[in-house]
């Protein structure tokens, strides 16, 4: 048990759809990551949020946006989803300090049709 | 830019055999290095980390990672493999500190047969 949790656990949208994914940080934790799992691969970091700003940002579109909220929950939202958007959504909090880790929750898994 | 490659996307070993599992890696600065593991349907849960400390990292369940700057390694390694251990297993490189972004390897899938 980490601390993190995410909802929903498993969800199904249709190409061109929107989704919100979201994700409750351990208490305290002031940065939250994002990352994207397709099947057999690992993860890849979309974006990080510190104290509600975007904090950096991987290789993935606008269509891939996020909110950090001052009660430690964050949400990613895709639009216009793609089949490629499929795939296991992960989030991870930490404090934003040295030598810290990492916390992951266990995940969303999006699948589009 | 980093990167990280894990040699074998699958291994299989016998229960009480020695697990080793490969990753390399390519940084431009001292990295921290991390080990994860993942279990069927759950997230990523921390074996162990390098954080510019001691070279032989020991982690939980046993596991263990020695850094050598010299190679690019940081192989992972269980002396006594447990039918417990069967999971996929992430190598990764962070950039910027160990809260930085996470570039991961593609995965090991490790196999423990009875």
């Known amino acids: 048990e980490t601390g993190v949790t995410q909802s929903p656990t498993h969800l199904i949208k249709t190409r061109g759809q929107q989704v919100t994914l979201r994700c409750s940080s351990q208490?305290?934790?002031?940065?939250v990551s994002w990352y994207q799992q397709a099947l057999g691969q690992g993860p890849q970091f979309i974006f990080q949020?510190?104290?509600?700003?975007?904090?950096g940002r991987g290789n993935f579109p606008p269509r891939f946006s996020g909110l950090q909220f001052p009660n430690y929950s964050s949400e990613l939202n895709v639009n216009a989803l793609e089949l490629d958007d499929s795939a296991l959504y992960l989030c991870?909090?930490?404090?934003?300090?040295?030598?810290?880790?990492?916390?992951f929750g266990p995940g969303t898994r999006l699948t589009v049709l | 830019a980093q990167s990280v490659t894990q040699l074998g996307s699958h291994v299989s070993v016998s229960e009480g055999a020695l697990v080793l599992l490969r990753c390399n890696y390519s940084?431009?600065?001292?990295?921290?290095l991390f080990w994860y593991v993942q279990y069927p349907n759950q997230g990523l849960q921390l074996l162990l980390k390098?954080?510019?400390?001691?070279?032989l990292v020991k982690g939980i369940n046993g596991f263990e990672a020695e850094f050598k700057k010299s190679e690019t390694s940081f192989h992972l390694t269980k002396p006594s493999a447990h039918m417990s251990d069967a999971a996929e297993y992430f190598c990764?490189?962070?950039?910027?500190?160990?809260?930085?972004?996470?570039?991961f390897g593609k995965g090991t899938k490790l196999s423990v047969k009875p």
């Open positions: 991870a909090s930490t404090l934003l300090a040295d030598y810290n880790e990492q916390f």
């Open positions: 208490s305290g934790h002031n940065t």
């Open positions: 949020y510190y104290r509600e700003e975007e904090n």
């Open positions: 940084s431009s600065v001292p990295p921290y």
């Open positions: 390098y954080t510019s400390a001691a070279t």
């Open positions: 990764a490189v962070s950039v910027g500190g160990s809260q930085g972004n996470l570039i």
